[in-house]
């Protein structure tokens, strides 16, 4: 594909609902990173992906918050009973190279809306 | 724990002009940096980036200035176009791990 994509781009949900947000890497991209931006902020580091390891999910705010990437393609973004503080617009980032010092090519995000 | 700011949250500037964004980080041992910027609506795209053993580095109308002194990098445009308005950040990679810490960022509006 000619880019990062992600989807659904919008998302509304209840209080206490789960969701599940998934991102398209570029083909072929090692690194794959979650971030979480709230309104007005900058982006801020979630977990990052080398292929399918997980090799720092430091950022995940609280164990309501899982990812995955199984194949080391497409990532998952899951939150269990969200609350309304999850509400943010959650990116996905891919990377060409196996680790974190690479040029970052951002996908449009998903806004969260948690009511 | 690691901090990236920016000194001004807003930033106009004249169609031609050349701008100026600054930016402030805390940890003396961060070893690489990037400007990215965000459109409304958009993920953040990047601009430029740099690494702590240089001091400076151009692109295509954009340098990036480093001073490790005084934890200062900035981001120069030159002749500022109106499709240059948009949120800027700078992002730096901490010392260990793979986080990349962004400041708020500074909104540019350029007038036409």
């Known amino acids: 594909g000619a880019g990062v994509s992600q989807s659904p781009r919008y998302k509304v949900a209840k209080r206490g609902q789960d969701v599940a947000l998934r991102c398209d890497p570029i083909?072929?991209?090692?690194?794959l990173f979650w971030y979480q931006q709230a309104l007005g902020q900058g982006p801020e580091f979630l977990t990052y992906?080398?292929?399918?390891?997980?090799?720092?999910k430091s950022g995940l705010p609280s164990d309501r918050f899982f990812a995955e990437r199984p194949e080391g393609s497409v990532s998952t973004l899951k939150i269990q009973r969200t609350q309304q503080e999850d509400s943010a617009v959650y990116l996905c980032a891919s990377s060409l190279v196996g680790w974190a010092g690479g040029e970052q090519f951002f996908g449009p995000g998903t806004r969260l809306t948690v009511l | 724990g690691e901090s990236v700011g920016l000194h001004l949250p807003t930033l106009s500037v004249q169609e031609g002009d050349n701008s100026i964004i600054n930016c402030a980080y805390s940890?003396?041992?961060?070893?690489?940096f990037i400007w990215y910027k965000q459109e409304s609506g958009k993920g953040p795209q990047f601009i430029i980036d740099?690494?702590?053993?240089?001091d400076k580095r151009q692109g295509q109308r954009v340098t990036v200035l480093l001073n490790k002194t005084v934890k200062h990098l900035s981001l120069q445009i030159a002749a500022t176009q109106p499709g240059d308005s948009a949120v800027y950040f700078c992002?730096?990679?901490?010392?260990?791990?793979?986080?990349?810490?962004f400041g708020t960022g500074t909104s540019l509006t350029v007038i036409p």
């Open positions: 740099i690494r702590s053993n240089m």
């Open positions: 992906f080398q292929n399918e390891a997980q090799l720092d």
């Open positions: 992002a730096e990679k901490g010392s260990t791990g793979n986080q990349f810490y």
């Open positions: 940890n003396s041992a961060s070893d690489y």
């Open positions: 083909s072929g991209h090692v690194s």
